[in-house]
Nanobody
């Protein structure tokens, strides 16, 4: 049974940091492209960051470059999103997605974790 579970969200003041985790099971994590998306109220879901497998190539949304860092630990089947210098506009539900690069139909989403940046 496939599981994708995000955690680490919460309320943080502007300028603060959070580290999101995405713990997975039920598929070969090391072979999957891992991404973080976010969706703010009234807005479409947008891609925030991606890390490929096995090369570990990275992609970031322009507005988070230099502030967010995506990483993966294949030994723990876990992906991370380190978020620094948070801004109110980063407030959203953050979702983790796993995609098989050879069979895109094998795509798995987590349930999301809320990040709120507010003073």
């Amino acid at each position: 049974q496939v599981q994708v579970v995000e955690s680490g969200g919460g309320l943080v003041q502007p300028g603060g940091s959070l580290r999101l985790s995405c713990v997975t099971s039920g598929f070969t994590f090391s072979a999957y492209i891992m991404s973080w998306y976010r969706q703010a109220p009234g807005k479409e879901r947008e891609l925030v960051a991606t890390i490929t497998a096995p090369s570990g190539n990275l992609y970031y949304l322009d507005s988070v470059k230099g502030r967010f860092t995506i990483s993966r630990d294949d030994a723990r089947d876990t992906a991370y999103l380190q978020m620094n210098s948070l801004k109110p506009e980063d407030t959203a539900v953050y979702y983790c997605k796993a995609v098989n690069p050879y069979r895109s139909s094998l795509t798995y989403w987590g349930q999301g974790t809320q990040v709120t940046v507010s003073s």
